[in-house]
């Protein structure tokens, strides 16, 4: 009897071990199936419709938390996630205190800049001259002498014009900055480029949702908003006049067109499509590559090179295009593929 109940013991004893090193191997690939991101909140929409595709063909479960480009900078630093994503490109300085990451052109779309406000026709015109003027604090209503001169016709109310900026570091303030300066002497001097510029003038909102919400709320608002949020919340955009001419609003044709500009790709990917060459006639002017930031040595890294290429692949086939994301164009694409290599596992 003894006996037996010393073999029961044993039985028990060996099963209970078995299923504790079963659920800690169960918790060892849940915690290697499941990659967490942060950082710009332009990409957001997208990655939203990445993530349960991705999951059910893969495995690999995507969180990701839209806190902007600043945020997932600083996130990425200090390794509290396993990938960040900035639509403004590091500096030499982000670089360095990321000890050891690579940047990813993995997406590509456009910034619009709405305006909402009672008598304001839709797809009025605008330039980047008029638009400086307007966050400098020089333009303030929307029947002022400059606006007129570029719509002519229109009937324009006396209104005032609130300017709407993005007050958290943001890669949508990177992109709309880096357009105004390239076309604007006067902002370049003044204000320059940067994720978090000096705004004279204007009302700030949190994120790309905070600013779509504050223009909800604004008779006479004006605001730089990713397409995307532009599109949910079907505000009005102007048509901007690109280096051609042509007044053009953000379409997949005019950023595919915008990004076509790009010949020479540097050793850490930066790139500049804003104010396209008037050769490409269609070209959207404030166009952007979107950045995705990866450690160059993670004990995830199978999992981040599968969700990057996938993305950057099949998912923007399947999803990008309702967005107004338009796919890399094939050199970008083999260079991102080509960087993506240098991921690997943690020694």
């Known amino acids: 009897m003894k006996n037996r109940l010393l073999a029961l013991a044993v039985l028990g004893l060996v099963a209970a071990v078995a299923v ?39 495995g690999i479960k995507v969180n990701y938390n839209p806190i902007g480009s600043g945020g997932g900078i600083k996130a990425i630093q200090e390794r509290t996630v396993d990938f960040g994503a900035s639509d403004a490109p590091l500096t030499p300085d982000q670089f360095t205190n990321c000890k050891g990451c690579v940047q990813i ?44 001169a570029i719509n002519a016709g229109a009937n324009l109310p006396n209104k005032k014009i609130t300017p709407i900026y993005r007050s958290d570091a943001s890669g949508t303030s990177y992109n709309f900055t880096d357009y105004l300066a390239k076309v604007s002497p006067a902002w370049k001097s003044k204000i320059g480029v940067g994720t978090q510029p000096s705004f004279p003038v204007g009302v700030g909102g949190a994120k790309s949702a905070g600013v779509a919400g504050v223009l909800s709320q604004t008779d006479g ?63 959207y002017p404030i166009s952007t590559f979107t950045y995705i930031i990866l450690p160059t040595n993670s004990p995830k890294a199978k999992q981040l090179r599968q ?24 050199n970008i694409l083999v260079a991102a593929e080509k960087t993506l290599k240098r991921v690997q596992v943690q020694s």
Request: proline share 7%; glycine share 8%; net charge positive.
């Open 20 to 58: 504790a090193a079963s659920a800690s191997g169960s918790q060892r690939r849940v915690a290697s199936d499941e990659l967490n991101g942060a950082g710009s909140s332009f990409v957001f929409p997208l990655v939203s419709a990445f993530q349960p595709t991705f999951r059910s063909g893969s």
């Open 307 to 330: 969700f990057v290429f996938w993305a950057m692949t099949t998912g923007t086939k399947q999803f990008a295009a309702p967005l107004l994301f338009a796919p890399l164009p094939h």
């Open 105 to 148: 052109p993995w997406a590509l779309s456009a910034t619009s800049i709405a305006y909402r406000g009672a008598g304001l026709p839709k797809f009025l015109h605008m330039t980047g001259q008029v638009l400086a003027q307007i966050y400098m604090g020089d333009v303030k209503t929307w029947d002022d002498p400059a606006i007129k």
């Open 221 to 283: 608002g004006i605001t730089y908003v990713d397409v995307a949020y532009a599109i949910k919340n079907n505000f009005s955009v102007f048509r901007i006049k690109n280096k051609a001419g042509k007044w053009v609003t953000p379409t997949l044709p005019g950023i595919t067109a915008a990004a076509s500009t790009v010949t020479k790709i540097p050793a850490n990917n930066e790139l500049h499509i804003v104010d396209a060459p008037s050769k490409k006639k269609n070209a």
